[in-house]
Nanobody, 118 residues
Framework: QVQLVESGGGLVQPGGSLRLSCAAS????????MGWYRQAPGKQRELVAAITSVGRTNYADNVKGRFTISRDNAEKLVYLQMNSLKPEDTAVYYCNARNPLIGTIYYWGQGTQVTVSS
């Protein structure tokens, strides 16, 4: 019942910034925990940041202080503001929505490419 569409990826120089957006659809998506994950070539998908329906957040250690996740429940949008980008941030970034009461119910977007290169 939930569809997710990411946007905002692109090519940026080290030290630059990007803001990713995730547009969600679905009647109950506002109660879901939302997250951003990323997957680099040859590596497993990893959690970047997550935010609950009431705004509680957590971040991967290697993005703390640089990335900020936020959500606008009225518009059903989730954002990832990425600052001080590093080459190792290069990956496909995926939006995720998870039912907090039934963890096996979750959804993925198709991803957006972020490339950090000079």
């Amino acid at each position: 019942q939930v569809q997710l569409v990411e946007s905002g990826g692109g090519l940026v120089q080290p030290g630059g910034s990007l803001r990713l957006s995730c547009a969600a659809s679905g009647n109950i998506v506002n109660i879901y925990t939302m997250g951003w994950y990323r997957q680099a070539p040859g590596k497993q998908r990893e959690l970047v940041a997550a935010i609950t329906s009431v705004g509680r957040t957590n971040y991967a250690d290697n993005v703390k202080g640089r990335f900020t996740i936020s959500r606008d429940n009225a518009e059903k949008l989730v954002y990832l503001q990425m600052n001080s980008l590093k080459p190792e941030d290069t990956a496909v970034y995926y939006c995720n929505a998870r039912n907090p009461l039934i963890g096996t119910i979750y959804y993925w977007g198709q991803g957006t490419q972020v490339t950090v290169s000079s």
